[in-house]
């Protein structure tokens, strides 16, 4: 089956542009996860859903971060006001209810010039 | 003190042999241990999960959780140059640096 699907793949944003991220998961995983990955670095993570619910927000590192998944399946990140430390690819991942074992979408790379 | 640490390498292994990767966790209450394979350019991939204190095989990967000492390690078997990617350990959803691994035909 398809696995979790991320749009646009890459993304080139001027300084204080807002950018939003589209992430399509697993049909059937009813958990959404969001990931910050920096060159080098492991993923760093964002924030998680539980259907519509967002059920833990404590890795967005500013109020610039917004995420959203109003249906509880496509869920949308938000970055307002790009800074250039905001560049970095940013991964979503799903998983079946119960488990946070996560499968990953291909991620978006975010350039911020 | 990171939550989860790994030794960023890179670890260089002969073809054939044993590769051993490790994994340090500071949060005593956790109950999930996964470790994902990165290649260059691509996404994590899962490839083992534990809950158990022990040992759990699964073809050529062995991944080893000793709760008392908070470490995690994964084993492979008859290493491939096609193993050669970052190995990342995660704590239920914390990730480790990751640890790179170069597998010499």
């Known amino acids: 089956g398809a696995g979790v699907s991320q749009s646009p793949r890459y993304k080139v944003a001027k300084r204080g542009q807002d950018v939003a991220l589209r992430c399509d998961p697993i049909?059937?995983?009813?958990?959404l996860f969001w990931y910050q990955q920096a060159l080098g670095q492991g993923p760093e993570f964002l924030t998680y859903f539980q259907n519509e619910a967002q059920l833990d927000k404590s890795g967005l590192p500013s109020d610039r971060f917004f995420a959203e998944r109003p249906e509880g399946s496509v869920s949308t990140l938000k970055i307002q006001r790009t800074q250039q430390e905001d560049s970095a690819v940013y991964l979503c991942?799903?998983?079946?209810?119960?488990?946070?074992?996560?499968?990953f979408g291909p991620g978006t790379r975010l350039t911020v010039t | 003190q990171k939550e989860v640490e790994q030794n960023s390498g890179p670890l260089s292994v002969p073809e054939g042999a044993i590769a051993s990767l490790n994994c340090t966790y500071s949060?005593?209450?956790?109950?999930?241990f996964f470790w994902y394979r990165q290649y260059s350019g691509k996404s994590p991939e899962l490839i083992m999960s534990?809950?158990?204190?022990g040992d759990k095989e699964d073809g050529r990967f062995t991944a080893q959780l000793n709760k008392a000492s908070q470490y995690v390690s994964l084993l492979i078997r008859d290493s491939q140059p096609s193993d050669s990617a970052t190995y990342l350990c995660a704590v239920r959803l914390v990730f480790g640096q990751g640890t790179r691994l170069t597998i010499n035909p």
């Open positions: 949060d005593r209450v956790s109950q999930s």
């Open positions: 049909s059937g995983h009813v958990s």
């Open positions: 534990i809950y158990s204190n």
């Open positions: 991942a799903s998983s079946l209810p119960g488990t946070t074992e996560q499968y």
